[in-house]
């Protein structure tokens, strides 16, 4: 039988690739063969260095995914090298905290743009190459914040309640043209952005008494995931939402 799982040659563009979960999710999917536009605001030489110890290629874009120009040209620059774009990993993603009745418009609005609206440039701009190929996978990041109501941070989870209703519209879409369009709910894992929350004990002790695995993850803990919706093993998976929480979701 094939590996299921093999990305041999497959052109993926992930966002946010400078740390944190889309460093990751570059290196896992390069690891599987696949060739890795890397995409972020911040440099991506880290990860650019990792793929390349092990021997994978790679070609960093600097976009920023609320911009729609960039965004374009991240994907005219793709096409330039690689002509074709088998799959996209929508992860770049900003978390700012606040009480709702006390929340800035301006970071409203700036959480939205790059959690959602971000995720609807790179997906459009890449989906009209996808449609032209009549195939392609993409994979929207969500959060289980996106699920559930998130006190703390009401930008946060309405971005993400968006990514999943977005993910479900595009699959709709797209699925004529053969496109996958999946997105996965993480709950909570060790990275820049949950450094702070992870410093708290009484943070952490919540999630020792509520997530049935008794933990939070390691950013690797989803690269499995991401190279199962990338690959032919979900070729009949679309418009789901996986959450990848430790069961934190699913108990009372
Ligand atoms: P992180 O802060 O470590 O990394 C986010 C990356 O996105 C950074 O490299 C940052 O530069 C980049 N980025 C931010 N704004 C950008 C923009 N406008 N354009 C391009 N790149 C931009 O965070 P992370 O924990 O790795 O999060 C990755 C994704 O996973 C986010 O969408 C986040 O909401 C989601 N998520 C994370 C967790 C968690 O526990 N860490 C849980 C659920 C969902």
Not at 32 to 48: F, H, M
Not at 88 to 93: F, Y
Request: hydrophobic share 40%; charged share 25%.
């Amino acid at each position: 039988m094939d590996d299921l799982f093999d990305l041999k040659n497959k052109v993926v563009i992930v966002t946010g690739a400078s740390r944190g979960l889309g460093k990751v999710i570059a290196v896992g999917l390069a690891q599987k063969g696949a060739k890795v536009v890397l995409s972020d605001v911040l440099d991506c030489s880290d990860t650019a260095n990792e793929i390349k110890n092990i021997e994978g290629e790679t070609l960093s874009v600097k976009t920023d995914v609320s911009n729609q120009d960039e965004v374009g040209k991240m994907v005219d620059k793709t096409l330039d090298k690689y002509g074709r774009i088998d799959i996209l990993v929508n992860n770049a993603g900003i978390l700012k905290d606040g009480k709702a009745e006390e929340f800035s418009i301006k970071d409203w609005k700036s959480v939205l743009d790059i959690n959602l609206t971000g995720q609807f440039y790179c997906a459009k701009e890449v989906g009209k190459q996808m449609i032209k190929q009549k195939n392609g996978r993409i994979i929207n990041i969500s959060s289980i914040a996106g699920l559930k109501g998130y006190a703390g941070s009401v930008p946060y989870s309405a971005s993400k309640g968006g990514v999943i209703l977005l993910t479900k519209t595009l699959a709709s879409e797209w699925g004529e043209y053969n496109i996958n369009v999946n997105a996965v709910c993480p709950g909570v894992f060790a990275t820049d952005m949950t450094e702070d929350y992870l410093e708290s004990e009484e943070f952490v002790q919540n999630i020792k008494d509520n997530v049935p695995l008794g933990r939070y993850a390691n950013p690797e803990e989803l690269v499995g995931t991401i190279v199962y919706l990338s690959s032919k093993s979900s070729d009949y998976v679309t418009g789901h939402s996986l959450v990848i929480d430790g069961g934190w979701t699913a108990s009372l």
